[in-house]
Nanobody
Framework: QLQASGGGLVQAGGSLKLSCLASGRTFSTMGWFRQAPGKERTFVASIIWSASSADYADSVKGRFIISRINANNTVYLQMNSLKPEDTAVYYC???????????????????WGQGTQVTVSS
């Protein structure tokens, strides 16, 4: 029900914009997580249905922007000033119901996309 796209190879300092198309139903909070090789999947950003509140991991604050267009059932992650340590598979996730303004744990999400690879070269 979640289809992520937009990943690729980019040089350090560059930008990428990820998209996640949701189908089948309307979701409440949507988020992005990432998993680097050999590491656990970690929270990147989340946004509530109204888009009036968003939350970010400290490592991406000021560089990444999460947004959503409900009419298109799509959530985006604009990634700027990319660093090699941003290299990971990025996953979008969604909740069926509103659970609060801060949703950083994987268990708080009901649906997951297949992931899209982001590689940042130095």
């Amino acid at each position: 029900q979640l289809q992520a796209s937009g990943g690729g190879l980019v040089q350090a300092g560059g930008s990428l914009k990820l998209s996640c198309l949701a189908s089948g139903r309307t979701f409440s909070t949507m988020g992005w997580f990432r998993q680097a090789p050999g590491k656990e999947r970690t929270f990147v950003a989340s946004i509530i249905w109204s888009a009036s509140s968003a939350d970010y991991a400290d490592s991406v604050k000021g560089r990444f922007i999460i947004s959503r267009i409900n009419a298109n059932n799509t959530v985006y992650l604009q990634m700027n000033s990319l660093k090699p340590e941003d290299t990971a598979v990025y996953y979008c996730a969604a909740r069926r119901t509103y659970g609060g303004p801060v949703m950083k744990r994987m268990v708080e999400y009901d649906y997951w996309g297949q992931g899209t690879q982001v590689t940042v070269s130095s």
